[in-house]
């Protein structure tokens, strides 16, 4: 079975700092992996995708994202972090190849402050 | 992307009466969708996976029973929860599938059940 960890729970960043988000993924195959972003009372926004080819994704918003896959890891990343920025963040997981469910992450709250 | 609504966006109900809520994909035909909650602060977990024209299929620990779903069409999925209980109040979104490797939601709907 498919799985995905976000360690951080929540994390604080000054404004104009850089951010990355951490994220392992538990799955046998190559796996398609997704970042959104849901702020305070709203759906899922897609920043980024990957499913193969080129391991470092662009996304929206400035966001991108490494696959490594002998880290299992997928982490985001943003060099310079907006106040608009706020908001839960979600890690997903998804089964390659196949019309598939995803499976998502705890989430990573992010704060930034001015 | 491809666009998906959802409705209502809020809603709020006494104990005992049912509640549905309708996802539709605007400017695409999803055979199969997925229905997802998410509680206050948590993370969104699969609740079922439905293929239009024939019968949902539930995760483990949902009741079948008391959430109803009906893909009758390749545009229009609706879930009914029944006889709402508190417990049951939550963000609930739809996820059409378009094809494996978009994935688009709906912008959700929340339940308070009093």
């Known amino acids: 079975a498919q799985s995905v960890t976000q360690p951080d729970i929540h994390i604080t960043v000054s404004e104009g700092a850089s951010l990355e988000l951490r994220c392992n993924y538990s799955?046998?195959?190559?796996?398609?992996l997704f970042w959104y972003v849901q702020s305070p009372g709203q759906g899922l926004q897609l920043l980024l995708k990957?499913?193969?080819?080129?391991?470092l994704v662009q996304g929206i918003k400035g966001f991108e994202a490494e696959f490594k896959r002998s880290q299992s890891s997928f982490n985001l990343r943003k060099p310079s972090v907006h106040w608009s920025d706020a908001a839960e963040y979600f890690c997903?997981?998804?089964?390659?190849?196949?019309?598939?469910?995803?499976?998502f992450g705890t989430g990573t709250r992010l704060q930034v402050t001015l | 992307g491809a666009v998906v609504s959802q409705h209502p966006s809020w809603v709020i109900c006494k104990s005992g009466t049912s509640v549905k809520i309708e996802c539709r994909s605007l400017?695409?035909?999803?055979?199969?969708m997925f229905w997802y909650r998410q509680f206050p602060k948590q993370s969104l977990m699969l609740m079922a996976t439905?293929?239009?024209?024939?019968?949902?299929?539930?995760e483990q620990g949902v009741e079948k029973d008391k959430f109803l779903i009906n893909h009758a069409s390749l545009t229009l999925s609706t879930l009914t929860v029944t006889s709402a209980h508190p417990e049951d109040s939550s963000f609930y979104i739809c996820?059409?599938?378009?094809?494996?490797?978009?994935?688009?939601f709906g912008p959700g709907t929340r339940l308070t059940v009093l």
């Open positions: 997903a997981v998804g089964a390659s190849g196949t019309a598939s469910k995803l499976t």
């Open positions: 799955y046998g195959a190559t796996p398609y």
């Open positions: 990957y499913f193969s080819g080129d391991t």
């Open positions: 400017d695409f035909q999803a055979t199969t």
């Open positions: 439905s293929n239009e024209g024939s019968k949902a299929t539930y």
């Open positions: 996820n059409p599938l378009w094809a494996y490797n978009e994935q688009f």
